[in-house]
């Protein structure tokens, strides 16, 4: 079955070629032309899958996603951003958003970045793909604990000590696949293929905006950082 994609652009020229270029991909693409209709469209017929512009007259991309998120929509959402500053990245993945690709963007970017969401919510084209085995299984019934964390892999929630982490799906995806490999310096290339399914380059900057953000969340004032940087290689999630 082809996958529903609800695409919400303005810019009639970009809106137009990506719909052309989705629908070539195999994809059932719905389209329309502003945050409005997207959402009376989202909840008229559930799409598979959300490609929102971030910059709509109206009700913007952001507020499509809080509105979604706020029903309880967990429905994998990708931002389209002509916004390429660090905090306009991290308002979008704080309002709820999965992912986001750059304007101008490469349509095959936009292809790998949808296959992987698919992919992590069960969804994808084709046949199923068997999820990556962890390096190292710390997983005892669906629990995991590590570095003073502790997760809940089927219920996805997570802790450190008493304060409960609120995390968005690709943040939980992350903190898992480090909570697994605790103490494993893990490289950039085998972190983008278990979270994302595809290594977008020395140069991305998506990786390091997701840890920066899941930094955010850990770090509690006077107690040690969790997540390092090893320069040139990858992180680490330990307890100093």
């Known amino acids: 079955m082809p996958q529903n994609v609800l695409l919400a652009e303005d810019d009639r020229a970009i809106r ?14 719905t389209a329309v032309a502003d945050g409005v209709e997207a959402l009376a469209q989202a909840h008229r017929t559930p799409p598979d899958v959300l490609v929102l512009d971030v910059m709509m007259p109206g009700i913007d991309g952001l507020q499509v996603c809080r509105v979604l998120r706020a029903e309880g929509d967990r429905t994998p959402i990708l931002m389209l951003t002509a916004l390429v500053e660090t905090a306009d990245r991290i308002a979008g993945l704080d309002a709820g958003a999965d992912d986001y690709v ?5 349509v095959e970017e936009v292809f790998a970045r949808l296959r992987a969401l698919l992919r992590r919510t069960g969804n994808g084209m084709g046949s199923a793909v068997e999820a990556p085995k962890p390096i190292v299984d710390r997983d005892v019934g669906g ?4 570095a003073g964390l502790r ?8 802790w450190r ?7 968005t799906r690709t943040e939980f995806d992350l903190l898992e ?30 990786l390091a905006v997701y840890v920066g953000y899941l930094r955010r969340k850990l770090d509690e004032p006077g107690a040690p950082a969790l997540i390092h940087t090893v320069r040139g290689v990858g992180y680490v999630l330990r307890e100093d």
């Open 177 to 206: 696949l480090l909570m697994r490999n605790a103490g494993i310096v893990l490289d950039h290339a085998t972190i983008y293929d278990r979270i994302w399914g595809y290594d977008f380059g020395p140069g991305s900057k998506n």
């Open 161 to 167: 000590g008493a304060r409960e982490l609120e995390l």
């Open 143 to 146: 629990l995991l604990s590590a």
């Open 102 to 106: 750059v304007k101008p963007f490469d």
């Open 151 to 158: 997760m809940d892999v089927h219920a996805r929630r997570a």
């Open 16 to 29: 137009h070629a990506l719909e052309r270029a989705l629908t070539l991909e195999g994809y059932e693409v």
